[in-house]
């Protein structure tokens, strides 16, 4: 089993930066992908980022691609979505996920656990 904890959600201007971390519980958290979706008001959950369990590879939403970075510190048992150029539209609550395949997906249904989600807004 897997605890994920999400942290640094906020108020913050267009164009302004957002660093989020998701913390995890277990000894496995180094061999599992993680990623990150999004849930704006009246609207689905969708993808915004994948990293592998090395790091090596990641993967973007091209709504946040060149603005929006995954990174993770397999000692901290931490990834981190920093997020610079926020617009209004990136407002939603913002969810970690861990899967205990390692690869890139994009797809809701390939992760395993899910976090409670932190508040991001942004505005204009």
């Known amino acids: 089993q897997v605890q994920l904890v999400e942290s640094g959600g906020g108020l913050v201007q267009a164009e302004g930066s957002l660093r989020l971390s998701c913390a995890a519980s277990?000894?496995?958290?180094?061999?599992?992908?993680m990623g990150w979706f999004r849930q704006a008001p009246g609207k689905e959950r969708e993808f915004v980022a994948v990293i592998s369990w090395s790091g090596s590879s990641t993967y973007y939403a091209g709504s946040v691609k060149g603005r929006f970075t995954i990174s993770r510190d397999n000692a901290k048992n931490t990834v981190y979505l920093q997020m610079n150029s926020l617009k209004p539209e990136d407002t939603a609550v913002y969810y970690c996920?861990?899967?205990?395949?390692?690869?890139?997906?994009?797809?809701?249904?390939?992760?395993?656990?899910w976090g409670q989600g932190t508040q991001v807004t942004v505005s204009s």
């Open positions: 996920a861990a899967r205990k395949v390692d690869g890139i997906a994009v797809l809701q249904s390939f992760y395993d656990y």
């Open positions: 277990g000894r496995t958290f180094s061999s599992y992908a």
